[in-house]
């Protein structure tokens, strides 16, 4: 007998009773029972001691095909499976109510395999709470799954196939600590966001909608005759009727053995076993994944996302982060990407990286740890966080667009679909081919009800909404090539090229070390900062992220040229904005030396002095400077009302400063006094 994996949704009597008494007194006429009463509770307790005592695994075996695969199905699936999914390779059972039923009397003519187990009372039909929602099954009562051994006599996977343990949303992959490396800082405190204050969504999904309605069951009979089959010795027992004859479903694909991924030979040529001319399932899928030639060109594996999030971090801390400055913020970002930026932004609040406070989202004393681990320790935690983040990647795809707020899907449920199917090794594979194997194996990895028809998704080329089962690939296929090239390429998991075979990727030890857990190798070197005479902090790609975000907090970004290093300019007001920190001029000094390792250049140590005595000296700044003819002029714009609040700084009796932004405005109010202006671009 079969252990229960997992218990079955309902024992046969619990089965029974969702039936109406029609139905009940079919089942038992087909079990040779009289069950001509009107109390269904004695009818629903004979027939559940009659079923309950039958040889399940000679009813299936003496089957008819199409009736034996479905129950393969569900065996092979712990006694129960989504209704779409089960319907979708072997039918749906039309519900009907009393009057119809009596009318069409579908069990004389069932339509598929599901109809035929149905009306024999081997199939039931329920709702249940899963993980992912309420979902409707198909499925065996606890006293019929529980008479079939563990293999069921259904087809079993093969062990060969790359499987990756489900990264549960609660299941956080172990990080242990490392040798502590905490340096010197300042004095001052880093001005962090509090703690208590309410972070906010970045995107929040609306609630799912489930539809309860089932059909009606009948409540009336209808006498049938039966011939016997078989032979006595042999004859199981199930009915006497004859075997039904119905419209054969399609071929289950969800129980085809996993592939073995065919190697390659020292030429790249891919070996298959042609032994057996025979095309079987089985062949079709082991043929279906396989690797391909490396691009002659493999692209380097991406490690930036560290260097763009440590950004984020350092413009979190500088100005705030929010709608209005996600321009500003790129200037600093390696790989401007609005989809990867809105991730990291993401990423960063749900490891607590950042906080939502009056002035936008602002850095916390929970990066300072992640700022000093090493790079690859870094990254294994972006990746930790991205697998169970709550940024939904469907809703992120170029391709589609997705509408309504009555359903919802679930990411983590998609990411660790894809992390199953992704081959546990190096060699490069086709994009499209790991498509097509997961269509044929797992085609529901992000629908646990198997339903392809209540999501609202639009494409975005032709604008027609796209459903059901025939359109997968333009929106599961979509979903797996972004999440290949998207998020698992940005953390540096997957590398994707494209070749003259197609778009393909490769898994990179990263990904291989991350799944195994095994524990993150550490810098080989740190680059030390670069102060250079013209008041420059260079630092480069591979330096101490927390050294960069520390001389980020005294000096002044600029825009990036180069995604290897980064700069940023010692000035006055960054000097001011450390020393209200409580960062002293003496820290400022004693920092740039320690994280340089040399002594400042002269000319940089004295203008720091300068300044802590005497403030700011000097400054360069962009304007639009206004000329004019007569003095009597500038003496006018400086006193009408309409012009005077534009005028800046004067350069003398003829000329004066004017903001940039204030240039048109200016230039507007002085044509209303009567005055054109030769304006130079």
């Known amino acids: 007998m079969r252990p229960l994996e997992k218990e079955p949704m309902r024992t046969l009597k619990q089965a029974l009773a969702d039936h109406e008494l029609i139905v009940l007194r079919v089942i038992g006429e087909w079990w040779e029972l009289d069950l001509t009463g009107s109390d269904k509770t004695s009818s629903v307790n004979e027939l559940a001691i009659t079923l309950e005592n039958l040889n399940m695994t000679m009813e299936r075996d003496h089957s008819p095909p199409e009736e034996a695969d479905a129950l393969n199905a569900l065996i092979a699936n712990n006694g129960r499976m989504p209704v779409a999914i089960f319907a979708r390779d072997h039918g749906d059972v039309r519900m009907m109510g009393p009057g119809k039923l009596e009318r069409e009397e579908p069990w004389f003519d069932p339509q ?370 972004f999440l290949l090239k998207g998020p698992l390429t940005w953390l540096g998991l997957i590398i994707t090229a494209e070749t003259p075979q197609g778009p393909c990727f490769s898994a990179t030890d990263r990904l291989l070390e991350w799944v195994s857990e095994s524990e993150p190798p550490k810098d080989k070197t740190r680059q030390p900062l670069t102060i250079q005479s013209e008041g420059l902090i260079k630092v480069t790609n591979n330096a101490d992220r927390y050294h960069r975000f520390q001389a980020a907090r005294i000096s002044d970004p600029i825009p990036i040229t180069s995604e290897n290093t980064f700069f940023y300019r010692l000035t006055p007001n960054a000097l001011s904005s450390a020393q209200k920190q409580g960062i002293t001029p003496d820290r400022v000094q004693q920092f740039l030396e320690t994280a340089s390792g040399k002594a400042l250049p002269a000319g940089v140590k004295r203008a720091i002095n300068r300044w802590s005595e005497n403030g700011i000296e000097g400054r360069l700044e962009t304007v639009a400077v206004l000329r004019v003819r007569d003095a009597e002029i500038m003496q006018t714009l400086r006193t009408n009302p309409k012009t005077r609040d534009f005028i800046g700084e004067s350069l003398g009796n003829l000329a004066a400063t004017v903001k940039l932004e204030h240039r048109d405005a200016l230039h507007a109010a002085v044509v209303q006094l009567g005055l054109l202006l030769d304006v130079e671009m």
């Open 112 to 481: 598929n395999a599901a109809e035929a187990l149905w009306y024999r009372g081997m199939l039931y039909r329920g709702f249940d709470d899963t993980a992912e929602g309420l979902i409707e099954f198909y499925y065996l009562p606890s006293e019929l799954y529980a008479q079939f051994d563990e293999s069921g006599g259904a087809p079993e996977p093969s062990d060969s196939a790359p499987i990756v343990e489900e990264l549960a949303e609660d299941d956080e992959i172990e990080v242990e600590d490392e040798e502590d490396q905490e340096e010197e800082s300042f004095s001052g405190e880093l001005e962090y966001a509090d703690e208590d204050e309410h972070t906010p969504e970045f995107e929040e999904d609306p609630p799912p909608e489930f539809d309860e309605s089932g059909g009606e069951a009948a409540k009336a009979q209808k006498q049938r005759s039966y011939e016997p089959i078989g032979t006595e010795e042999d004859e199981p027992t199930f009915g006497k009727g004859p075997l039904p004859d119905y419209p054969k479903p399609k071929a289950a694909i969800r129980n085809i053995p996993e592939p073995e991924y065919v190697p390659l030979d020292n030429q790249g040529v891919e070996q298959i076993d042609d032994s057996d001319s025979a095309d079987t399932p089985q062949k079709q899928s082991a043929k279906i994944l396989t690797a391909v030639e490396p691009p002659k060109s493999v692209p380097k594996e991406r490690v930036d996302t560290v260097d763009d999030l440590t950004s984020i971090l350092i413009m979190a801390q500088k100005i705030g982060l929010d709608k209005e400055t996600s321009a500003e913020l790129d200037k600093y970002l390696v790989d401007k990407d609005p989809e990867r930026r809105s991730l990291l932004i993401n990423l960063a609040l749900e490891m607590e990286m950042v906080k939502q406070t009056p002035n936008g989202l602002r850095t916390t004393r929970t990066a300072v740890n992640w700022l000093q681990q090493s790079r690859e320790r870094q990254l294994r935690e972006i990746a930790d966080a991205w697998s169970r983040s709550m940024w939904n990647e469907l809703r992120h795809t170029p391709e589609i667009q997705c509408e309504g707020e009555n359903w919802e899907n679930d990411p983590i449920l998609a990411r660790n679909g894809l992390l199953e199917a992704i081959p546990r090794n190096i060699k490069w594979f086709k994009i499209h081919d790991l498509v097509q194997n997961m269509k044929l194996k797992m085609p529901d990895f992000q629908r646990p009800d198997g339903n392809f028809d209540t999501w609202y998704i639009r494409d975005k080329a032709t604008q027609q909404y796209i459903s059901g089962f025939d359109n997968w690939e333009l929106v599961e296929g979509r979903l797996i090539a």
